[in-house]
C-alpha cells in the first residue's frame, strides 16, 4: 500500500508564503516523478509544478517565478515554497507521484487527499 500526505496548507495574506510538504510511504519500490496539482471551486484541477527523479522543473505560467518545487529522495518527500501568494492561487493542493510499488515493474499514479491553501486580499 502507497500513500501520499500532504502538509503546510492554511490561510495567508496576500503577497505572503507557505510551504507545503507531501510524504510518499508505504511499499515503494521507486519514485519517478513527483508534483503538485490545484483546483479552486468550480475549475479544473490544474498543473502547478513538477519534478523529476534527477530533478528537473516545470512550472505553470501563472506561477513561475513565485513558486519552487524540490524533493528530497532520501525522504521519499516533494515540496512546493510559495512566495508572493495572490487571492487567485486559493486552491485545494495535491500531490501526484509517479511509482512503482515494491514487488512489481508496472508504475502507478498516486494522489494525496489535498491541503486546503487559501490567500485573502
Known amino acids: 500500500q502507497v500513500q501520499l500526505v500532504e502538509s503546510g496548507g492554511g490561510l495567508v495574506q496576500a503577497g505572503g508564503s507557505l510551504r507545503l510538504s507531501c510524504a510518499a510511504s508505504?511499499?515503494?519500490?521507486?519514485?519517478?516523478?513527483m508534483g503538485w496539482y490545484r483546483q479552486a471551486p468550480g475549475k479544473q484541477r490544474e498543473l502547478v509544478a513538477t519534478?523529476?527523479?534527477?530533478?528537473?522543473?516545470s512550472y505553470a505560467d501563472s506561477v513561475k517565478d513565485r513558486f519552487t518545487i524540490s524533493r528530497d529522495n532520501a525522504k521519499n518527500t516533494v515540496s512546493l515554497q510559495m512566495w508572493s501568494l495572490l487571492p487567485e492561487d486559493t486552491a485545494v493542493y495535491y500531490c501526484?507521484?509517479?511509482?512503482?510499488?515494491?514487488?512489481?515493474?508496472?508504475?502507478?499514479?498516486?494522489w494525496g487527499q489535498g491541503t486546503q491553501v487559501t490567500v485573502s486580499s
Open positions: 519534478i523529476t527523479s534527477v530533478g528537473s522543473t
Open positions: 508505504g511499499s515503494i519500490g521507486s519514485i519517478n516523478a
Open positions: 501526484r507521484a509517479r511509482i512503482t510499488p515494491e514487488g512489481t515493474r508496472n508504475e502507478y499514479y498516486y
